[in-house]
């Protein structure tokens, strides 16, 4: 087994190599606007997973995933003789989910803005319930309802020893 650094340089060197290989060597007229955004390596270093988009529309995608398969023994042969491993590892390519998990995100951010200026729109004239502040400021008086007033027999009257007043 090799330790977790070992695969992640190799996963980074094959995403490099397998990057340049379909750049000058693979003439492919199938291959459209491929770009390689990861790989990853198994912990034996025996099987590399390649990630790749694809920019176009659903038959482009079709298209280039046949396309890799097609060029995936020069690709793979190529990537053994730049990485000089013992064991070349066998190459899987599988189409990336992280343009359409953005525009999953970015739909989701839209709907969120629309509804913040609904919310705003709502805002706009609307009054306070019980006044713009209705907070307390330090050296108001207390009204007759508040509960800052001790009632007689309350706390005060058991400070000074007496039992207080019950109500009964």
Request: hydrophobic share 35%; glycine share 10%.
């Amino acid at each position: 087994m090799a330790d977790n650094a070992r695969a992640r340089k190799l996963a980074d060197r094959i995403q490099v190599v397998v990057a340049e290989t379909l750049d000058r060597r693979i003439k492919d007229p199938r291959l459209g606007f491929v770009t390689i955004t990861d790989a990853r390596v198994t912990g034996d270093l025996r099987e590399a997973t390649v990630f790749y988009t694809v920019y176009g529309d659903d038959e482009e995608r079709a298209a280039s995933a046949a396309a890799l398969e097609s060029a995936k023994g020069v690709l793979r042969s190529e990537v053994g003789r730049q990485t000089g491993v013992r064991y070349t590892p066998s190459l899987t390519f599988v189409p990336d989910a992280l343009p359409d998990n953005a525009r999953t995100i970015d739909d989701l951010l839209a709907r969120a803005r629309a509804r913040d200026e609904q919310v705003r729109e709502s805002a706009t004239g609307a009054d306070y319930a019980g006044g713009p502040d209705p907070y307390r400021k330090p050296g108001e008086e207390f009204g007759d309802d508040d509960l800052g007033e001790e009632e007689p027999g309350g706390a005060a009257g058991r400070e000074n020893g007496g039992e207080g007043v019950s109500r009964a």
